[in-house]
């Protein structure tokens, strides 16, 4: 498992190899990636790109717990998680997650729930640039609806 | 103890961190009160919808703390 905060931008393939290096697909016929990319545009209109706060020491921690939860609630062979801080301009890599497992499914459902929990309990904070102004991103309701699903499956468990 | 800010709260501030002095029974709670009573812009930061940890790990304002613990005060979280 391998939970990085980091300032550099990352190869996906090199991501990949790494989580599946001493990872046999006889346990792990089923490799699952998700990259998110800066967007071009907010509600408002264009922007030029990001910046990404982050709280070091507490943000790699979390981003450690969230692997091992993900790791337990799905049977994961291997996870990685990947999160770039500081400033990123549009179409930039933001963050990565890999997930392995048996079956396609749980490597599916373990990428989501992690992406999901990840906005809303990693301490990591956005702020978008237009020209010179920059605005805080508001945490939105619909990623807290996305993290109380698996909440709520968790309790139905 | 020491008291970090990040994000808006941080900007609002114009702080970073601290280092303050705490009766022995205080709460994150009354940490958050005494902060406010510094002048308007630090009720502008921690009256909204702040979050709060203790040591690095989320907890509520009614957690008690002391002298060594590292005590943190932040907005809803955006990353991803």
Request: proline share 3%; hydrophobic share 40%; net charge negative.
């Amino acid at each position: 498992m391998f939970a990085r905060v980091c300032e550099a931008d990352f190869s996906q393939q090199a991501l990949y190899d790494e989580l599946c290096e001493h990872n046999q697909a006889s346990q792990s016929g089923a490799v699952v990636t998700f990259t998110g990319r800066v967007r071009d545009y907010n509600a408002e209109g264009g922007i030029d790109g990001i910046e990404l706060e982050y709280y070091p020491g507490m943000t790699e921690s979390a981003l450690q717990q969230l692997l091992e939860q993900a790791t337990a609630r799905f049977e994961l062979t291997n996870a990685g998680i990947v999160h770039r801080v500081g400033k990123l301009p549009n179409q930039a890599q933001i963050v990565w997650v890999g997930t392995c497992a048996a079956h396609r499914q749980d490597a599916f459902n373990g990428a989501s729930y992690m992406m999901d929990m990840l906005k809303q309990s990693v301490p990591i904070w956005k702020k978008e640039w237009a020209g010179d102004i920059s605005t805080w991103v508001a945490a939105k309701g619909t990623d807290s609806e996305a993290a109380m699903r698996w909440l709520t499956d968790e309790k139905d468990d | 103890m020491k008291v970090k800010f990040f994000a808006q709260i941080r900007e609002v501030t114009g702080t970073e961190s601290l280092d303050m002095a705490v009766p022995a029974d205080a709460t994150i709670e009354g940490v958050r009160q005494t902060l406010m009573a510094r002048g308007p812009q630090w009720q502008e930061a921690l009256s909204a919808n702040v979050l709060c940890a203790c040591n690095q790990t989320l907890c509520d304002g009614s957690k008690t703390v002391s002298e060594q613990d590292e005590v943190a005060f932040f907005p809803p979280v955006t990353g991803g």
